[in-house]
């Protein structure tokens, strides 16, 4: 990771934020929209998901902004895939990470990709194999999710065993980062902690990010639980789009505002400018309408004597620095 940064801030709302969203928004604005949140000093950015277009026609235009998100020098592109096919598809265009999918819940995994679990994980060997025989080894990194890691909507609890046992298969076959997804909004701190030791003690260094969403008021709780635990990679999306169509319930994700503003608060350096990522919303606002985005500080505004992290760290180098400025 950046040596600038304590935590990297993935945007994840042009993938998940409107996957669910019928509203098919121009390709121009999601190009609008992620070049805005580079400009902002987000660095890592889902674009697209590669799946059929008959499923989610919100991603027709996949190939399109994947192809030109990979021009923005110094962004990752990230894609989800859900299958083989998808992988190949964003092999092809040489994406900088994929993103492959596989639920815990085999409940949802049949609903979410229309096959068992075990089907699921077999296939990213297959993709592991196909990524470095285009010769993408050290091109692509391939990211594995764990979907409904910390609660499913039709299973109810899911047995850490049992995210331990995917984790561990996933990671000897060859994943390079591992996201433990709460896909519906079911975890609580208590439980995150749970789940990312286990995780951790299972695949060692083993890159691990989280995901979570906030569909019951738990999100940046969670966080800071999963800071606790060492973790250093978040999703989020932009006025916490998002939810899995598949999902019966499931509803936004992180608002990636309000995480940047929590964690520049603790002292934490994400690398983004806040109120350039403020005026980001107008791209997805634009399409969506404004009512569609969530937001704590969009909403109150930073507080009167708000600081980011670049600024406080420039103040204490200061040889002029005001007595008991701070930013907190
Ligand atoms: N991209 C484009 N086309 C694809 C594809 C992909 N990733 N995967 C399959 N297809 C095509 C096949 O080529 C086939 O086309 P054809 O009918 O012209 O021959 C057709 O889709 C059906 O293929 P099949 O393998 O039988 O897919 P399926 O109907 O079993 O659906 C998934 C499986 C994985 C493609 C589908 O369930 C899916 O996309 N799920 C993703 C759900 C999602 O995005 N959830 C939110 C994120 S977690
Ligand atoms: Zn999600």
Redesign the pocket.
């Known amino acids: 990771m950046d040596a600038t940064i304590d935590v990297l801030v993935r945007e994840v709302g042009p993938r998940d934020g409107l996957?669910n969203i019928a509203t098919v928004v121009p390709t121009d604005t999601k190009l609008g929209w992620i070049r805005a949140e580079f400009g902002a000093g987000v660095r890592e950015i889902e674009v697209a998901?590669?799946?059929?277009p008959r499923?989610?026609p919100q991603f027709a235009d996949a190939d399109s902004v994947v192809e030109q998100a990979l021009r923005i020098d110094g962004l990752t592109v990230v894609a989800?895939?859900?299958?083989l096919?998808?992988a190949e598809?964003a092999l092809a265009l040489g994406v900088h990470k994929l993103d492959y999918?596989v639920s815990v819940s085999r409940t949802h995994n049949l609903k979410?990709?229309?096959r068992e679990r075990e089907a699921s994980l077999q296939d990213f060997e297959r993709i592991v194999q196909a990524r470095d025989a285009a010769g993408l080894k050290g091109r692509t990194v391939l990211a594995a999710g764990l979907?409904t890691a910390l609660g499913c909507s039709y299973e109810g609890r899911i047995a850490v065993d049992e995210v331990r046992r995917c984790a561990s298969f996933l990671a000897e076959a060859g994943a390079e980062e591992l996201m433990i997804a709460d896909t519906v909004g079911y975890a609580d701190p208590r439980q995150v902690r749970e789940v990312f030791q286990a995780v951790r003690a299972e695949v060692g260094e083993l890159p691990l990010a989280a995901h979570f969403h906030d569909t019951r008021g738990t999100g940046l709780a969670n966080v800071v639980a999963a800071l606790d635990c060492g973790i250093r990679r978040f999703d989020a999306s932009l006025g916490g789009l998002g939810g899995?169509?598949?999902a019966p319930g499931a509803s936004g994700n992180i608002v990636m505002e309000d995480l940047v503003f929590m964690l520049d608060s603790m002292g934490l350096r994400t690398g983004v400018d806040i109120g350039a990522l403020l005026a980001v919303r107008e791209f997805p606002a634009s399409a969506l309408g404004a009512d569609s985005l969530a937001g704590a500080i969009a909403k109150a505004g930073l507080p009167r004597h708000y600081l980011d992290a670049a600024q406080r760290a420039a103040l204490e180098s200061s040889p002029e620095r005001p007595a008991g400025a701070t930013g907190h």
Request: glycine share 4%; with cysteine; aromatic share 10%.
């Open positions: 996957q998901s590669f799946v059929p499923l989610i989800l895939v859900p299958n096919r998808g598809r999918v979410n990709v229309r979907s899995c169509p598949f």
